[in-house]
């Protein structure tokens, strides 16, 4: 009975000790859990957006960026306040290799090409050569070095680009 006892009161004594342990570790949960929101960076506030349509008409597509390209904006980067600027690109026919074979990135957030027809022959840097075909969809990560090799008489891409103003760095 004395043995009893003595375990009894033991294992009274390790429950205060083992709670403590437990709150303290919770304790040390919430106070890194904290400290790595503080760490977080902010995230700016969404810019107001508004709806817009944008339907295809012939007259729409306007000279551009480059000599071989038309291009038909869509509208998104007056509706997203310049977050995101999407536009149709044709290509002018037929393809001069000399002209549009010129090493280039972009000073973007985020790059996204989806081929509508024809197809697009591009090198990337440190990706290799590609040909995309209508249907071909490909993410381009920021300031990649790529440039146009070849292209279709009835090539037509839609390009997705953040933000919508951006600058375009010419290697060659």
Same mark, same amino acid.
């Given at each position: 009975m004395a043995r009893a006892k003595a375990k009894t009161a033991k294992a009274r004594a390790a429950k205060p000790r083992a709670a403590k342990a437990r709150s303290a570790a919770r304790t040390a949960v919430r106070h890194k859990a904290a400290a790595k929101a503080r760490a977080r960076?902010? +995230? !700016?506030?969404? &810019?107001?957006?508004?709806?817009? +349509? !944008?339907?295809? &008409?012939?007259q729409d597509f306007d000279r551009g960026l480059r000599r071989y390209a038309h291009y038909r904006d869509l509208g998104t980067a007056k509706a997203t306040n310049g977050m995101v600027q999407a536009h149709v690109i044709r290509?002018?026919?037929?393809?001069?290799p000399k002209e549009v074979s010129k090493l280039h990135y972009h000073e973007v957030d985020f790059q996204m090409v989806y081929v509508l027809k024809g197809w697009i022959?591009?090198?990337l840097t440190g990706e290799g050569t590609h040909v995309m075909r209508a249907g071909s969809c490909w993410l381009q990560p920021p300031r990649i070095k790529?440039?146009?090799l070849d292209y279709s008489d009835d090539c037509e891409v839609l390009e997705i680009v953040l933000p919508a103003e951006f600058k375009t760095v010419e290697l060659e």
């Open positions: 960076p902010a +995230v !700016s506030p969404r &810019r107001k957006q508004t709806f817009t +349509v !944008s339907h295809h &008409r012939e290509f002018v026919p037929p393809c001069e022959k591009t090198e790529h440039k146009v």
